[in-house]
């Protein structure tokens, strides 16, 4: 079975800095990686995906992340937070069943 | 935003009751899924449905079970309510957008907070 580790709980990031959250996914197979962000009291929205071919992906609100199949990661990466990216976000790894499995989150603090 | 809604919103409850949360789209997915969010967890997934009266268990399914009757609805019942049961549940739904990829990309609805007391 799938399963994804995100290393960091926190991260503490001043505006504009970068910023880059780790995920490490366990999978045999050639997986389906996903990052999702999750503001206060909302739900979950759909930043960025990767299926195949580019391993450097595009997202949403100026997001990337970039799969790399040798250290088994998919970071998601921005250049300069604004204080709106203040939130939590969940990697996840789908495998042949349709079926997502999560990390147990990092949650993103935006100092002025 | 997909059109997702989930009901009741909040609710408290006491432990040995019955709960049915329900799940309605409007955007003629497939698949749909019930997960619960809880602090250091992330989001786990209770059961999920890939087509009317089809359903399966997922990794935390003991205490519930759901229905789905209509393309457009998922229920989730918690039989007998107890205090592990106190969340926020999720709803999800997938491939609606007849490839394969988009029966991946999940869309959640906006949540439930339940308070089992």
């Known amino acids: 079975a799938q399963s994804v580790t995100q290393p960091d709980i926190h991260i503490t990031v001043s505006e504009g800095a970068s910023l880059e959250l780790r995920c490490n996914y366990s999978?045999?197979?050639?997986?389906?990686l996903f990052w999702y962000v999750q503001s206060p009291g909302q739900g979950l929205q759909l930043l960025l995906k990767?299926?195949?071919?580019?391993?450097l992906v595009q997202g949403i609100k100026g997001f990337e992340a970039e799969f790399k199949r040798s250290q088994s990661s998919f970071n998601l990466r921005k250049p300069s937070v604004h204080w709106s990216d203040a939130a939590e976000y969940f990697c996840?790894?789908?495998?042949?069943?349709?079926?997502?499995?999560f990390g147990a989150g990092t949650t993103v603090t935006v100092r002025a | 935003d997909a059109g997702i809604t989930q009901s009741p919103r909040h609710k408290v409850t006491e432990t040995g009751t019955p709960v049915t949360l329900r799940c309605h789209q409007t955007?003629?997915?497939?698949?749909m899924y019930w997960y619960r969010q809880d602090p250091g967890h992330g989001l786990r997934l209770i059961h999920y449905?890939?087509?009317?009266?089809?359903?399966d268990k997922g990794e935390v399914s003991d205490g519930y079970s759901v229905s789905r009757s209509k393309t457009e609805d998922f229920l989730l019942t918690l039989e007998s309510a107890t205090s592990s049961q106190t969340s926020v549940y999720f709803c999800?739904?997938?491939?609606?957008?007849?490839?394969?990829?988009?029966?991946?990309?999940?869309?959640f609805g906006p949540g439930t907070r339940l308070t089992v007391t």
């Open positions: 999800a739904i997938s491939g609606g957008q007849g490839t394969w990829t988009g029966d991946y990309e999940q869309y």
């Open positions: 999978y045999g197979a050639t997986p389906y």
């Open positions: 990767y299926f195949s071919g580019d391993t």
């Open positions: 996840a790894v789908g495998a042949g069943d349709y079926k997502l499995s």
């Open positions: 955007e003629n997915h497939r698949y």
């Open positions: 449905s890939y087509g009317v009266k089809d359903t």
